[in-house]
T-cell receptor, first 114, second 117 residues
Framework: AQSVTQLGSHVSVSEGALVLLRCNYS??????LFWYVQYPNQGLQLLLK??????LVKGINGFEAEFKKSETSFHLTKPSAHMSDAAEYFC????????????FGQGTELSVKP | DARVTQTPRHKVTEMGQEVTMRCQPI?????VFWYRQTMMQGLELLAY????????DSGMPKDRFSAEMPDATLATLKIQPSEPRDSAVYFC???????????????FGPGTRLTVL
């Protein structure tokens, strides 16, 4: 069975500091991996995704993530946090051999301190 | 700017009442998903459709929940009768499924916040 684990339900960083949100997955087949962001009282918005090809993926708002097969990880990073980055972030894996069901992690709430 | 729309955005109802939530997927998308989000359970997939046909509704309580796609531009999720434990935010998402069955990016609507008293 495929699953997603996000380490840390809450992460707090100072403005300008590095953002690192951790995600590990388990999958018996090559996964498609996603990071979504949810701002308060809004739906989820795609930040970036990995399907095939280059393992370092760049997304919107300066975020990037690297697929590391040996570590079964897909950590999300941003070099310098901005106040507007405060939101909840979800890592997800897709069951592409079962019609495309997204399996979400539990989410990590990012706080950015001035 | 194509978006998934959901109505209503907020719904407060009493236990036992019927609730209907509606979703308009992005034009041209052939796959529609219904999710429920709660603090305790996080994001749960309730059901999804491909080309209007239900593919999987295993995440949905069958006795009170039903999901349909009357046409390609409308998906509905009904709860009858509603219970306080159904209080949650319900999201609809749409995407374009490939021939192999996978759906790449899913585009989420703003959600319906349901409160059952």
């Amino acid at each position: 069975a495929q699953s997603v684990t996000q380490l840390g339900s809450h992460v707090s960083v100072s403005e300008g500091a590095l953002v690192l949100l951790r995600c590990n997955y388990s999958s018996s087949v090559p996964p498609y991996l996603f990071w979504y962001v949810q701002y308060p009282n809004q739906g989820l918005q795609l930040l970036l995704k990995y399907t095939t090809g280059a393992t370092l993926v760049k997304g919107i708002n300066g975020f990037e993530a690297e697929f590391k097969k040996s570590e079964t990880s897909f950590h999300l990073t941003k070099p310098s946090a901005h106040m507007s980055d405060a939101a909840e972030y979800f890592c997800a894996v897709i069951l592409y051999n079962q019609g495309g069901k997204l399996i979400f992690g539990q989410g990590t709430e990012l706080s950015v301190k001035p | 700017d194509a978006r998934v729309t959901q109505t209503p955005r907020h719904k407060v109802t009493e236990m036992g009442q019927e609730v209907t939530m509606r979703c308009q997927p992005i034009l041209g998308h052939n796959t529609v998903f219904w999710y429920r989000q709660t603090m305790m359970q996080g994001l749960e997939l309730l059901a999804y459709f491909r080309n209007r046909a239900p593919l999987d509704d295993s995440g949905m309580p069958k006795d009170r929940f039903s999901a349909e796609m009357p046409d390609a531009t409308l998906a509905t999720l009904k709860i009858q009768p509603s219970e306080p434990r159904d209080s949650a935010v319900y999201f609809c998402a749409s995407g374009l499924g490939s021939l192999a069955g996978a759906t790449d990016t899913q585009y989420f609507g703003p959600g319906t916040r349901l409160t059952v008293l």
